[in-house]
């Protein structure tokens, strides 16, 4: 009969065992595509498109537009790649690789997979009038293990949660792999795939619902939302003084870490800051948290202030998406008026 | 917080444990049990803090009426404080969770409209207030009641069994909160509370859950007015078979493991029920101490088995029908109450007036008996599983329909079988672990070849359940029991 051990020693075993158990559960492999798929709310479910638009699209990305659900859902990749070739007479390929919520960590995750897979020439880096302090619940679903491992653990209301959960996901994530059963799909399939992922028009929601873009909405109820998110907006510095340099830490580590993501593949960086309703101006102060120079598209200004072309408090209508985009278009054709090749802006740009 | 979540099983479970022993190391073991509570309202509180507010006040209420039930010197004022217990503790559990079904239903008998309030149900108010029920009526009997108010809201709220029992008698913690302020844990205890929690673990996150999500979209289908095959149909009804007895089996052992580990033995309250061969017997092993609060405060009270059979019938129908809506309130728990109700009628029946049916022991009557149970208690499943009425009927229905698409794959079959000879033949975890709910029996027992002893082999398997606990815990489902 195998000899007992004490409960101290049998406590002790159990957890040493499972230390080691879940270390090799870090590091066990599986496919990234299986990955991208994990995605189980409203605001990663983008990541599977994002995905199959690096890796399976064959064609290329000189634009990757890195941001939130402004970008996501305020800026056509087409309207650009359209009105950009009209101005320099040269073919750009955009990517709308925007995620909905705020958090650079996520900026980064995308942004490293976009380099590794596709080098894009130029990555836009959205800014808004705030800054999340916190990072994203969906960079667990997406990041690599070391990326999970590594993030800054001060300052990271999710660091546990997210070193806590990477073991299962790695496991399951394992096991999907090799039944070659994901969720959503195992192969790349052209006919599923959803080419542009345009939503200035049309936005679906996570019941399949398609809410409709082309609105305009009443002044008075867009005044009421503006009213709510300024109430629930902590101002640009909440910290006490001596805290202020950690404030925005860990939004400033991962800018840049995407600015090493582009030096390591030759990108280059540029920040496009997206307004909200009655938001016009990127606030200098916010800025200069974020060790940024100077925004080099701005979006902003009085069209800001125009309840026309707003879907809600943060979000532009199918016509202000339109708009943005034509200025996102000819800002770039001014600040990098040599990205892609010339060719004629007819065919599949009309 | 459920138990299979990363959030207890790598935060608070470590953090609680290293906060009741580091205590204890000091000497200080009034106060370790002082933790225990706070422990124990965080666990609570991490869901909801608007809940765990209703649950401090139902407690206090409780207390201050208890303590009035069993000691006042004047007999009205006893009695008025008990029935105002009794009322406060009634109107909660109804308010959160029958209110709304009561009033739509009186509303649609009338034909006026009604809107549902949609009130969201405290967690384990069914638990915590059946408990306090339990204790205010043997206060008010007895004349005896807790006087120390911390080991009375640890005796409620004590975090293994606040959300989804054991449902546990006062008499039963009293004298281990007094040991464990006055002495040390049995430190034996602990490596048997891990294992019995690992195994509770895996059947939860090994077995249910993986059931689950594969027989749930057969649910939806029905619940969407959608036809399903038989063989869907049959997968549903086997799968959620299996798929509740191991998620209420594996959260019985993890509630008891974790019981354990902070040297509290709770009351067995699941002792392999697919293997009873009659409906009587099968909830005397299927949420056994709801069975007993059922009989102690329900039963007894309609009266017994004081006024002659027929009484004693009806009363058992009524107990059983109770306890069927305590699970819900929809006309599915209404329907799966009034079919053990009147399964468990006609069990009593029998054996009053045809005994002979009891005494046939060959083993193919035996397999007979077994497999009889085991199909009515699977129909029965489906009215508590299903959305709603129609759609229960219409998985019936379609249980002898053509076999039509495989609706789960073949792991899944893999599994279900594996799971149904577990539940059949295979001896429970707490038999293989020797665990006793006798608080004068010893526990640990001396070491037997047949019995689970914390050897080396031992730790690594409970590594590799816990591991597997936490591999499904990343993104966990919720205990069955927990709706309750």
Known sequence: ?350 | MLFSSYQFLLVFLPLTLCGFYGLRALGRRETSLTFLLVASFAFYGFGSLAHLSILVGSIAVTYALARVAASASHEGVRTLAYHAGLAFNLSLIFWFKYFDFAASNAAAIVGADYTMRNIVLPLGISFFTFQQIAYLVDCYRTGDCERNPRDYALFVTLYPQLVAGPIVHHAYTRPQFAALARSPVNLDMIPYGIMIFAMGLAKKALIADPIARAIDPIFATTAAGDAIGGAAAWAGMIGYTLQIYFDFSGYCDMAIGLGLMVGVRLPVNFASPYKARSIIEFWRRWHMTLSAFLKDYVYVPLGGNRRGELFRLRNIFLTMLIGGVWHGAAWTFVIWGLIHAALITLNHAARLWAPALDSWRDPLSIAAKRTALLLAVMLAWIFFRSQNVPAAFAMIGALLSPVGAAPIGPEIIALMIFASALALFAPSSLEVSGYSDNLNAAFPKPARANLLRPTPTAALATAVMLLGGIAVAWKPAVFIYFNF
């Open chain 1, 1 to 350: 009969m195998e000899k007992s051990l004490s409960p101290v020693a049998f406590a002790f075993a159990v957890g040493v065992a499972l230390l080691t158990l879940l270390g090799v559960a870090v590091l066990l492999p599986h496919d990234r595509y299986y990955r991208y798929q994990g995605h189980d709310s409203g605001t990663t479910r983008k990541a599977d498109w994002i995905y199959e638009r690096l890796h399976f699209d064959p064609a290329p990305i000189d634009v990757a537009l890195i941001g939130t659900s402004r970008t996501a859902g305020g800026l056509s990749a087409l309207t650009i790649e359209r009105d950009y070739c009209r101005t320099t007479g040269r073919r750009i390929h955009v990517a709308n690789l925007g995620v909905p919520e705020m958090g650079r960590n996520m900026h980064y995750a995308i942004a490293k997979e976009a380099g590794r897979a596709k080098a894009p020439k130029l990555f836009i880096i959205e800014l808004n009038e705030i800054e999340a302090r916190r990072p994203h619940d969906g960079f667990i679903l997406v990041a690599d293990a070391a990326d999970v491992l590594r993030a800054p653990a001060a300052i990271n209301a999710n660091y546990a949660a997210d070193l806590i959960r990477l073991p299962g996901r790695q496991i399951n994530l394992f096991f999907e792999t090799i039944a070659e059963r994901p969720r959503v799909r195992a192969q790349f399939d052209p006919a599923e795939y959803e080419g542009y992922f345009d939503r200035t028009n049309a936005i679906e929601l996570l019941d399949g619902r398609e809410i409709d873009k082309r609105v305009e909405k009443p002044r008075a109820e867009l005044d009421d939302l503006y009213a709510q998110r300024l109430a629930a907006e902590a101002p640009i510095s909440a910290f006490p003084t001596p805290l202020r340099p950690f404030e925005y830490r860990y939004a400033r580590k991962y800018l840049s870490a995407i600015e090493e993501v582009a030096r390591a593949t030759g990108a280059e960086i540029g920040y496009a800051f997206l307004p909200a309703y009655r938001s016009p101006v990127m606030p200098p102060a916010l800025l200069e948290q974020l060790d940024i120079e100077s925004v080099n598209i701005d979006l902003g200004g009085p069209s800001a202030g125009d309840a026309s072309l707003w879907f809600d408090a943060t979000h532009w209508n199918a016509r202000g998406a339109a708009i943005a985009s034509a200025r996102m278009a000819a800002s770039l054709a001014k600040a990098y008026p040599y990205l892609g090749r010339r060719e004629s802006c007819d065919g599949e740009l009309q």
